[in-house]
């Protein structure tokens, strides 16, 4: 199963339906591509920073995701959530709470050896995923 697919397991049902895939889209292209927010260890530290540290390693780690909630995800990307929420024309808990659903599961699949990849590995598994997501817009 490819990567999108499966994360849209997790987003997708009474949350967001068919706008699951904009929001991998958006969270790729706000959080972890956008060289302002530091990439996926700019997002970890943001955590970190918050208190939330052990939860985000853990997302990262070969073990078990620990939860989040979607008031965690409000404390910590606060604005990314407005955002979120005005694009996708969702309610801002609604936004929070599939970031809560979405994060660890992302963060698991882009860090599968239980670390960080470089730089360069995290950018190839982004586009895939990029182009995952909108070829599934199109069809």
């Given at each position: 199963?490819?990567?999108l697919k499966t994360?849209?397991?997790?987003?997708?049902?009474?949350?967001?339906?068919?706008?699951?895939?904009?929001?991998?889209?958006?969270?790729?292209?706000?959080?972890?591509?956008?060289?302002?927010?530091?990439?996926?260890?700019?997002?970890?530290?943001?955590?970190?920073?918050?208190?939330?540290?052990?939860?985000?390693?853990?997302?990262?780690?070969?073990?078990?995701?620990?939860?989040?909630?979607?008031?965690?995800?409000?404390?910590?990307?606060?604005?990314?959530?407005?955002?979120?929420?005005?694009?996708?024309?969702?309610?801002?808990?609604?936004?929070?709470?599939?970031?809560?659903?979405?994060?660890?599961?992302?963060?698991?699949?882009?860090?599968?050896?239980?670390q960080v990849p470089?730089?360069?590995?995290?950018?190839?598994?982004?586009?895939?995923?990029?182009?995952e997501s909108q070829?599934?817009?199109?069809?």
């Amino acid at each position: 199963m490819s990567l999108l697919k499966t994360l849209l397991m997790f987003v997708g049902g009474a949350l967001l339906g068919p706008k699951a895939g904009q929001l991998i889209n958006l969270v790729v292209s706000r959080l972890l591509e956008d060289p302002q927010t530091g990439g996926l260890g700019g997002l970890l530290k943001s955590f970190q920073d918050k208190g939330y540290g052990d939860q985000a390693a853990s997302w990262v780690s070969t073990g078990q995701n620990q939860s989040i909630s979607a008031d965690q995800i409000q404390d910590v990307l606060g604005g990314l959530v407005q955002q979120v929420s005005q694009a996708l024309g969702v309610s801002q808990q609604n936004a929070s709470a599939s970031l809560a659903e979405l994060l660890p599961n992302l963060i698991d699949k882009l860090t599968p050896d239980g670390q960080v990849p470089d730089s360069t590995t995290l950018a190839q598994r982004l586009a895939e995923l990029k182009t995952e997501s909108q070829q599934e817009q199109v069809t």
